[in-house]
């Protein structure tokens, strides 16, 4: 199945990602999860993990969905709301597409505590490159 590959690439390509503990667990079209599990190097000086960090999990949760057929579609805009500090031992990010153009996506993003506390929420608009991210296509 194409996204289990998808998966896969952006795991073991998203180098950003994969350095600051950020993994994607599940990739299918429209819809993507990823984890960041919370150690020292994610924390502020408060304590609590960086919110750029956080921007980055709900961007590969992103990357997983609007991704997931092999589409090639970049970050184009965002606006994420920071609502608790992220705390605890893991950050679970979801994204879910709202709507899929031929150019443009739009994609809900939540960012959720290992309590199961909203943390962030926010909306991603993404741009298709025309470019497929694996050699395969759709």
């Known amino acids: 199945m194409i996204s289990e590959k998808i998966k ?9 990602a994969a350095a600051n503990n950020m993994r994607l ?3 299918e079209p429209g819809y993507a ?8 190097q994610v924390l502020n000086g408060n ?7 956080i921007f980055t999990l709900a961007d590969l949760a992103f990357a997983g969905a609007a991704n997931a057929e092999n589409n090639g579609m970049v970050t184009q805009c965002c606006n994420l709301t ?6 605890g031992t893991k950050l679970t990010a979801s994204a879910r597409e709202l709507n899929r153009g031929r150019m443009t996506g739009v994609y809900s993003v ?3 505590n290992d309590r199961g506390k909203l943390v962030a929420c926010g909306q991603l608009n993404g741009f298709a490159t025309g470019k497929s991210l694996i050699g395969e296509q759709k």
């Open 110 to 112: 939540e960012v959720r």
């Open 47 to 53: 304590n609590v993990v960086q919110g750029g960090a």
């Open 33 to 40: 999860e990823a984890e960041l599990i919370i150690t020292p």
């Open 8 to 16: 896969e690439f952006i795991n073991t390509f998203d180098r950003f």
């Open 25 to 27: 667990t599940r990739v």
């Open 82 to 87: 920071f609502l608790r500090p992220g705390d």
